[in-house]
């Protein structure tokens, strides 16, 4: 069996939700690990006898690009989410 580009790219269009299953994205990461995994796979696969770090990518896995969360968790946001559900936990429980 021969793996082309678009079983890859299918492969990795698997993990993609919606976002009412997925509000956070989190499929995004998932997505991020395996496309890492699957360019070392190929960089070994098609060039094991060059060193690990001056491996070229294949061109099977070149411009398949990582993709970044949509969402921007940052402390300030967490301190708020904490602080409005104390504050609710404290109202029902007065």
Same mark, same amino acid.
């Given at each position: ?10 492969? =990795?269009d698997s993990?993609?939700?919606?976002d009412t299953?997925? +509000? !956070? *994205?989190r499929? #995004? ?5 395996? &496309? ?8 070994? =696969? ?9 491996? +070229? !990518? *294949?061109?099977? #896995? ?5 993709? &970044?969360?949509?969402?921007k968790t940052?402390l300030?946001?967490?301190i ?15």
């Amino acid at each position: 069996m021969v793996v082309m580009r678009t079983d890859i790219l299918a492969f =990795l269009d698997s993990f993609r939700t919606t976002d009412t299953i997925d +509000p !956070m *994205h989190r499929w #995004i990461g998932t997505y991020n690990i395996y &496309r890492t995994l699957l360019v070392r796979f190929f960089k070994w =696969l098609y060039f094991p006898d060059i060193e690990l770090g001056k491996r +070229p !990518m *294949h061109k099977i #896995i070149q411009n398949i690009p990582g993709l &970044r969360r949509k969402e921007k968790t940052s402390l300030l946001y967490t301190i708020s989410i904490l602080i409005e559900l104390s504050l609710n936990y404290d109202l029902l429980h007065v």
